[in-house]
Nanobody, 123 residues
Framework: QVQLVESGGGSVQAGGSLRLSCTAY??????MGWFRQTPGKEREGVAA????????FYADSVKGRFTISQDNGKNIVYLQMNSLKPEDTAMYYC??????????????????WGRGTRVTVSS
């Protein structure tokens, strides 16, 4: 069993930065990712990382602004969000998968989810 705990959300003005953290409690994982969702819309993949190896994946909408990284020793994944825009406003969720052959930014591949942390970007 894996438990994911997110932290670091909050409110910021456009152009600002936030860093989200996700601590994974449990066994080693293959993929960890960050997803976001706004009311009435499907959850979308933002960034993912192949744990241990460090290969990263990003949605086009966040490339060059967001950076996903890991602290293997502490089983923590971070999402550094810079140059935030109002359209980045959403509930952000951490997710984890034991499965190797998944679409890294696809919701279906992830079995474990955190409760989410809210990010609000004002113009």
């Amino acid at each position: 069993q894996v438990q994911l705990v997110e932290s670091g959300g909050g409110s910021v003005q456009a152009g600002g930065s936030l860093r989200l953290s996700c601590t994974a409690y449990g066994s080693s994982l293959y993929f960890m990712g960050w997803f976001r969702q706004t009311p009435g819309k499907e959850r979308e993949g933002v960034a993912a990382i192949l744990a241990g190896v460090g290969t990263t994946f990003y949605a086009d909408s966040v490339k060059g602004r967001f950076t996903i990284s890991q602290d293997n020793g502490k089983n923590i994944v971070y999402l550094q969000m810079n140059s935030l825009k109002p359209e980045d406003t959403a509930m952000y969720y951490c997710a984890a998968s034991y499965t190797t052959g998944i679409q890294p930014l696809g919701v279906r591949g992830y079995k474990y989810w955190g409760r989410g942390t809210r990010v609000t970007v004002s113009s």
